[in-house]
């Protein structure tokens, strides 16, 4: 069946951009209380986020433009919220997996 939708995705270059344009915050030691809403509410005073994960009960993920993100971790770093210190860093890169891609395959 043919479809009258296409999906759009961004191009390479849109979403290489947006990676350097972004930081990625680790957000630690949070309440089981502190809600994503919070956590984006708190670090907006700081600028723009763009997203918000919390992948873990005691931990998260805030994504922000590197200059405010810079900011945001110097200011809140030892914030407290619901009696817990909250440990804010900017989020190490995650290593890349092990193995190859099919284009090194060929070669």
Known sequence: MLSLFKAVSASPLQSLARNYA?????VGNLSNFTSPEVI?????????VTNVRRPNARFG????EEAEAE???????????SEREWNVKIARDSPKKGGYSWSEQKE
């Not at 972004?22 to 680790?26: R, S, W």
């Not at 984006?40 to 723009?48: R, V």
């Not at 945001?72 to 919220?81: D, E, P, R, S, Y």
């Open 40 to 48: 984006e509410e708190t670090f907006s005073q700081y600028g723009t």
């Open 22 to 26: 972004t930081k990625t915050i680790f």
């Open 61 to 64: 993920f805030v994504e922000m």
């Open 71 to 81: 900011e945001a971790v110097k200011n809140l770093n030892g914030f407290v919220h």
